[in-house]
């Protein structure tokens, strides 16, 4: 038993600095595939071990602590993080339980969308007007970046047409196309300053400028994929009938969302979507896919940190060769050794990698 609780010991504070990184100071130190294999084998443990299980166990969380240089607004319903399936059996294991909570037999119908990689975000609208907008942060309580998302072109100060709700909040990504990325990183080599190491990386960077006009020369976007909270209004009954309500009242939606039915066309719609992944002009990691009829969400409720009626089935992690320069042997406190891995440093999954556990 004390090799496991050192085991999660590590593990969480390995999570806990990475997601410092990645989340305040936009320095990410390892590939998506490895933070998700890291944070695989700590809920397989924890589930292994629930007597082990604490609060303060990055798997009880969403996502990290907002910057101090902005004001917090406290979302008025969390904006929870997903699970992840990395294969077809995980995909539909996840539809076996759905099925089995729901009672059904039947096919279902999904809603399929690009897992864009960029900074989501909730924006809040009063009688239509837009009134302010927060990163998700920790999903209870976000940075206020009012005054940033209102330079970005595709997010409407005022909703189009009606039959809005009078109060609305609308989720989505904020993300930095490939071609803009490009430039901006071109401008930036040619003045000698430091580089974006990503789109993600500079759509997040450019959302947390004090001066709105250093986001406004970005050319953000934003494609809206939910809505969280609204009051005194009737909203549409599925999933994909939102989305087409949000384009309407003058919201930016992914053209690459489509309603399939069964996990086989979810498996389908995958497919074809990774082959084209590196054509499109924007990142995406993987395909989300939530049950498109609300009521049926509903009937499926949430656990902790994710909702159970979706789920997000990453790419396969990006693969680069480099060389072995050695192996050092580093000695746990109970006495455990992990060989690690010392490499020609190689820039691979948006980060460089110079080190690996074996």
């Not at 909270?229 to 009737?234: I, L």
């Not at 320069?325 to 992990?338: C, E, S, W, Y």
């Amino acid at each position: 038993m004390d090799s496991v609780l050192e085991e999660l010991t590590q593990l969480k504070q390995q999570i806990n600095e990475h997601n410092y990184r990645y989340y305040v100071l936009d320095t990410p130190s390892i590939p998506d595939a490895e933070y998700d294999r890291l944070f695989q084998r700590l809920k397989s443990l924890e589930q292994q071990h629930p007597d082990l299980l604490t609060d303060d166990s990055p798997s009880q969380r969403v996502g990290a602590a907002p910057l101090s240089e902005f004001r917090q607004i406290k979302h008025k319903i969390p904006m929870l993080s997903l699970d992840n399936a990395f294969s077809d059996d995980e995909l539909k294991a996840f539809e076996r339980r759905i099925k089995d909570r729901l009672g059904s037999t039947e096919d279902l119908e999904y809603a399929a969308e690009p897992k864009l990689d960029g900074v989501a975000v909730s924006l809040f609208y009063e009688h239509g007007k837009l009134i302010y907008g927060a990163t998700r942060g920790d999903g209870s309580t976000g940075e206020d970046i009012t005054h940033n998302v209102r330079t970005i072109k595709s997010i409407p100060l005022s909703l189009r047409g009606g039959g809005f709700p009078n109060q609305l909040e609308v989720r989505g990504e904020i993300f930095m196309p490939r071609p803009v990325f490009d430039s901006l990183n071109e401008a930036a080599r040619e003045a000698g300053e430091k580089l974006f190491v990503n789109p993600r990386n500079a759509a997040s960077g450019s959302l947390r400028q004090l001066d709105p006009q250093i986001t406004s020369k970005r050319n953000l976007v934003m494609n809206a994929y939910s809505f969280g909270y609204f009051a005194e209004g009737k909203m549409p009954q599925t999933h994909v009938s939102s989305l087409e309500s949000l384009q309407e009242w003058g919201f930016a939606i992914c053209k690459e969302v489509k309603r399939v039915k069964g996990i086989e066309a979810c498996i389908d719609y995958y497919r074809a979507l990774a082959e084209r992944r590196f054509e499109l002009d924007f990142d995406i990691d993987g395909i989300v896919f939530k049950v498109d009829h609300f009521a049926q969400q509903e009937q499926l409720g949430f656990v902790s940190r994710a909702p159970r009626w979706a789920i997000a089935y990453k790419f396969p992690a990006q693969e680069e060769i480099t060389r072995l320069n050695a192996v050092d042997f580093q000695v746990g406190r109970t006495g455990a050794i992990t060989p690690v891995a010392r490499l020609e440093p190689v820039f691979v999954g948006g980060v460089t990698v110079s080190n690996a556990t074996l």
